[in-house]
């Protein structure tokens, strides 16, 4: 059984576009995140829901909007892709009294 | 606002053999987690062990093992009988133990371990 999983795992697309990438999580957690991984492999946090709520917003361009329908799904929706926009996105998720997080196989996102 | 260092790219180990892996962080925190993360080829992420900052015993996990240096902010992975398997890319993160907008983790840049046959 995938704990975490994410849809799709590869994304081809042009600049301009706008696109989703879904992720889901059977722990039975409520905290997800996600991250994003650079083309040097370095990796940042983007955005954290607990329980549906934001609470982690770091310093990303507005055009990254999250949504948590449920505390077992957590979506980025991207507008208006950019070049910079090209890297892996990981989604992740905990409990948030438990310290361990898990990640998804990733969304590598290419963008021509 | 705290950091994690990782400040060997790249370390080659032979089959068999010991290596161990560097990371040091910085935090004003008394209480947090430390973790090691691999990075396979296949680009997964996979928790490789957990260390408690308030536990004075360094965790290990079968060949798996972390010295500890909480005076030191230091935090290495031993990695013994190293296996081909074993050849990845290793992140150090660091986690506050405060929940909510602390929960997130902060990596280091990572360190590309090859194992050589």
């Known amino acids: 059984d995938t704990a975490v999983s994410q849809t799709p795992k590869y994304l081809v697309t042009q600049m301009g576009n706008d696109k989703s990438i879904k992720c889901e999580q059977n722990l039975g957690h409520d905290t997800m995140y996600w991250y994003k991984q650079d083309s040097k492999k370095f990796l940042k946090i983007m955005f954290s829901?607990?329980?549906?709520?934001?609470?982690i917003n770091e310093t990303v361009p507005n055009r990254f909007s999250p949504k948590s329908p449920d505390k077992a799904h957590l979506n980025l929706h991207i507008n208006s892709l950019e070049l910079g926009d090209s890297a892996v996105y990981f989604c992740?998720?905990?409990?948030?009294?438990?310290?361990?997080?898990?990640f998804g196989p990733g969304t590598r996102l290419l963008v021509l | 606002a705290q950091t994690v260092t990782q400040s060997q790219p790249e370390m080659s180990v032979q089959e068999a053999e010991t290596v161990t892996l560097s990371c040091t962080y910085d935090?004003?925190?008394?209480?947090?987690?430390l973790f090691w993360y691999k990075q396979p080829p296949s680009r997964q992420m996979i928790l490789v062990i957990r260390?408690?900052?308030?536990?004075?015993q360094n965790a290990t996990e079968n060949r798996f093992s972390v010295n500890f240096q909480k005076a030191a902010k230091s935090f290495s992975l031993k990695i013994s009988d190293s296996q081909l398997g074993d050849a990845a890319m290793y992140f150090c993160a660091y986690r506050s133990a405060i929940t909510g907008a602390n929960s997130k983790l902060t990596f280091g840049k990572g360190i590309t371990l090859s194992v050589r046959p």
């Open positions: 829901y607990n329980n549906k709520e934001l609470i």
């Open positions: 935090t004003s925190e008394s209480d947090y987690y």
């Open positions: 992740a998720s905990s409990q948030m009294v438990g310290e361990t997080q898990y």
């Open positions: 260390q408690e900052a308030y536990k004075q």
